[in-house]
């Protein structure tokens, strides 16, 4: 991001803060980096946002791995798109302070007590009940998602018909925010 | 005829040197020598004495050059005077990752210049990472009137105006093989550009180009084309299209389809059925993109005799792949996409026990991590069920050492063994440990391995166990391994068939590569990138060892001492001219 004006700094937005932090990506320089350094630059680079702006820690990809041809990517695309759009509906869920995203299809949940304690499985959290006056209260984890117009919603607020069809991806926010989020 | 036993009769004890020359007249050993085919065995016969070195080289009729800078096309011209076919290959194979820079060379316009000057009569050109452009492909079409087959192999800097030219002038055409390539596609016209009157195809394969094709002028190529044994379309054919061309054309032997998912009507379907059904010769089977399980059963009357099913394109769920694997009993080589699972691979194991070679690549090897894919699991299945599996490729997000103990016992015969676990360094998910006993597992049972690629976790130990049992090893990869130089030093004192090490980001710097001083004149190539080499450590190497090519790619921004990326291979042509200004020869 050295080279960027931080045009984003001044952009006026409705999301919160960062959360469409692009993907970096990274060489690693010879010599100077072993895997080690890699795994925790990635979780250096959370801390140091935390303060800032709150989005999902970025993912580092390494040029060149795993070694699967360009072509051989270019040739699935078409069907990976297919596949989404057709036999699942495959969403990002992104957790915070954890190191990488994970995929969930929604048609596989028929209601939102499912969709929550397949999460609170995935990621080894408890993310407690829902109420419509207090959100997520009682634990320290708020499940969000981004609907179709880029804004960041509570899970549960709407029917869940209208949510899987408005959801595109799925952020478990954490710690003080999370929970200012069900006081509103 | 074993050149051994040629050289017992020359070398009868009452024999001097004018009874030995005349007992065997040039003309009848250059018959003889002609039967040999493979290049290692000629080599072996051109070193046992000059009369032989001479009888070879006249009787040599295609040449392999396994790196296109090891030798110049001069010199090769002036060896063998006879040539008709050539295989080259040009690009280290990390090209294929983005990790070779643009520009990097393996031109092969300037081989193509002297061929037309001394191989009039070429017939053959196979070519693999080498950059090609549309002149020289015009040039090829034009300059060797016996032209006959065509092979491009992750080449790139041609668009389909070459491949037009060659269409439009190589009247004995035979073989059009264009794989994988990074080709500019400026449309299908170009197939339209073989003449009505031209009858000689056998290979035609153009799966690589994205572009729709005039379709009834392949149908006409097709149709006249009586010989043609291979088939491969690209995405652009419909199966409504492949039926008609698959009647016209039953004898194929190989046939890569087009796009295997538009809606068929019954009776559609019905006549595609028929149409592959009688295709009695058909042995091996490709493409199948997007392929809707509800169309596969069309394939099962060709199912029975096929033995190479290339389903890497068709991402399949596990039910519809054991589906479809109940009827190919006599399959030897499967690829497969990791949307079938470890069930699917269960179902490999059931189906499959003439197996002799597995690849399977992940459907999603950039994107976050997701649930799906295969694991150590499925692996395992695949072992227990086909054990005359001796070639795998796997890509994988989890692996144990206890696995791959397991699937050796299973398989013991491995010649290749690539195993991808595709988050670095990562160690066996179970016990935590590093992986360097699954691999120590490997070389020390399958004594027959003759290429590997490690990944995961993995210490000094592996390298050791390498070093120590993998003796019939001739490739090597690694990545993201090793603790220390001593690694790379046990790889270069122990593996004595070394030919090929590629090696990128590990902790292995000027001691590991100097360790090798002695091996890199009997190896095709060494590789080492983001490691810990530097320039001054280069210097020393290609001062010591004049013959070798010793090339350093820098990256911008990085330490003026560091060798960031370092190629080095013999190589009797002296340093190259044609390197990009990023390229420095030392």
Sequence with gaps: MENDLNLKATELRLGLPGSDEPERQMTPRPNKRT??????????????????????????????????????????????????????????????????????DLKVYRSYPQLLLALENMFKLTIGAYSEREGYNGSNYAPT??????????????????????????????????????CV | MEP???????????????????????????????????????SSVSLV?????????????HVFIGNCYSVSPEIVARRFPKIRSVTLKGKPRFSDFNLVPENWGADIHAWLVVFAAKYPFLEELRLKRMAISDESLEFLAVSFPNFKALSLLSCDGFSTNGLAAIATHCKNLTELDIQENGIDDKGGSWLSCFPESFTSLEVLNFANLSSDINFDALER??????????????????????????????????????????????????????????CQNMHTLYGLWDAKGIYLPALYPVCTHLTFLNLSYAALRSDELAKLLAHCPRLKRLWVLDTVEDKGLEAVGLNCPLLEELRVFPADPFDEEIIHGVTEA??????????????????CRQMTNAAVATIVQNCPDFTH????????????????????????????????????SVSGRLTDLTFEYIGRYAKNLETLSVAFAGSSDWGMQCVMGGCSKLRKLEIRDCPFGNAALL????????????????????????????????????????????????????????????PRRDAPPSVLTL
């Design chain 1, 35 to 104: 895997l080690s350094d890699i795994v925790s630059e990635g979780s250096r680079s959370t801390t140091e946002e935390d303060h800032q702006d709150t989005a999902p820690p970025a993912k580092v990809q390494i040029v060149g791995w795993p070694p699967v041809r360009s072509y051989r990517k270019n040739c699935l695309q078409g069907k990976k798109d297919d596949v989404e759009g057709g036999t699942g509906m495959y969403v990002k869920v992104s957790v915070d302070g954890a190191p990488y995203l994970r995929k969930i």
């Design chain 1, 145 to 182: 998602y981004e609907d179709r117009d880029g804004d960041w919603m509570l899970v549960g607020d709407v029917p869940w018909e209208m949510f899987i069809s408005s959801c595109k991806r799925l952020r478990i926010m954490k710690g003080s925010e999370a929970r200012g989020l069900g």
């Design chain 2, 4 to 42: 051994s036993e040629l050289k017992r009769s020359k070398d009868s004890p009452n024999s001097d040197e004018s009874t030995r020359r005349s007992s065997f007249p040039d003309e009848v050993l250059e018959r003889v020598l002609s039967l040999l085919k493979s290049h290692r065995d000629r």
């Design chain 2, 49 to 61: 004495c000059k009369d032989w070195y001479n009888a070879e080289r006249w009787s040599r009729t």
């Design chain 2, 221 to 278: 190529l097709v149709g006249r084309c009586k010989s043609m044994r291979v088939l491969k379309l690209n995405r652009s054919v419909s199966l409504e299209q492949l039926q008609r061309l698959l009647v016209n054309a039953p004898q194929l032997a190989e046939l890569g389809t087009g796009s295997f998912s538009e809606e068929l009507t019954f009776r559609q379907y019905v006549e595609l059925e028929s149409a592959l059904s009688n």
């Design chain 2, 378 to 395: 499925g692996f395992v299945a695949v072992s227990f069920g086909c054990p005359r599996l001796h070639y795998v490729l796997y890509f």
């Design chain 2, 417 to 452: 063994f690539r195993l991808c676990i595709m988050n670095p360094g990562q160690p066996d998910y179970i016990t935590n440990e590093p992986m360097d006993e699954a691999f120590g597992a490997v070389v020390k049972t399958c004594t027959k391995l003759q290429r590997l």
């Design chain 2, 515 to 574: 360790s090798g001083l002695e091996k890199y004149e009997s190896m095709r190539s060494l590789w080492m990138s983001a490691c810990n080499v530097t320039m001054n450590g280069c210097r020393l190497l290609a001062r010591e060892m004049p013959r070798l090519n010793v090339e350093v790619m820098k990256e911008d921004g990085s330490d003026d001492s560091q060798a960031d990326k370092v190629y080095v291979y013999r190589s009797i042509a002296g």
